[in-house]
């Protein structure tokens, strides 16, 4: 998976910090922070282009341009798409 930067002695450092930091980003629930940036911004864009969509319309787009963007985000960060 991930090989532990050279700077931590060993890799229960590594997979502990990475451990804490995990949980600590799931209690702040940035995750929910996050789909509720892509919320915003697909509502807006609706609002703006004056596009109306059944509610399964709106789910499946809204769940695929927050796929293709969260995709793109750790395409930069050197991850997998």
């Not at 990475?18 to 509502?43: N, P, S, V, Y």
């Amino acid at each position: 998976m991930f090989n532990p930067p050279p700077s931590y002695p060993s890799s229960d450092s590594y997979d502990d910090l990475l451990k804490r930091m995990t949980r600590r980003a799931r209690e702040t629930k940035i995750d929910h922070r996050i789909l509720g940036l892509l919320q915003q911004f697909f509502e807006n864009e609706l609002t703006q282009q004056n596009i109306v969509l059944s509610r399964p319309e709106r789910n499946r787009l809204y769940q695929d341009i927050s796929k293709a963007v969260l995709a793109d985000v750790l395409g930069n960060m050197g991850g997998t798409k």
